[in-house]
C-alpha cells in the first residue's frame, strides 16, 4: 500500500496491489482514513490483472491512428 497526501489539493491517494485488495485489514485502515479526513478526499487506486506493456501499447497505438484520422 501507498499513501500520498497532498495537502494543497487536500487529497489523499491510496494505491493498492492485487494481494493487498484481498486483506481485510488493509480495506478497513482504508476505511479508518476516510471516516477521519479531516476535509480530504480519498482516492482509491486498485492494481489491475491485466498486462500494463500490452494495454499501454495498444492505448499509444489508437491514439496514433486517432491522430493520423485528425490530418
Known amino acids: 500500500m501507498d499513501i500520498n497526501i497532498?495537502?494543497?489539493?487536500?487529497?489523499?491517494?491510496?494505491?493498492?496491489?492485487?494481494?493487498?485488495?484481498q486483506?481485510?485489514?488493509?480495506?478497513?485502515?482504508?476505511?479508518?482514513?476516510?471516516?477521519?479526513?479531516?476535509?480530504y478526499k480519498v482516492a482509491t487506486?486498485?492494481?489491475g490483472k491485466e498486462d500494463l506493456f500490452e494495454n499501454t501499447s495498444a492505448?499509444?497505438?489508437?491514439?496514433r491512428k486517432y491522430d493520423d484520422y485528425e490530418r
Open 45 to 47: 487506486f486498485l492494481s
Open 59 to 63: 492505448l499509444l497505438k489508437r491514439q
Open 6 to 21: 497532498d495537502d494543497k489539493s487536500k487529497i489523499i491517494s491510496v494505491w493498492l496491489s492485487n494481494a493487498e485488495q
Open 23 to 39: 486483506d481485510k485489514s488493509i480495506r478497513a485502515r482504508i476505511d479508518e482514513i476516510a471516516s477521519s479526513n479531516n476535509g
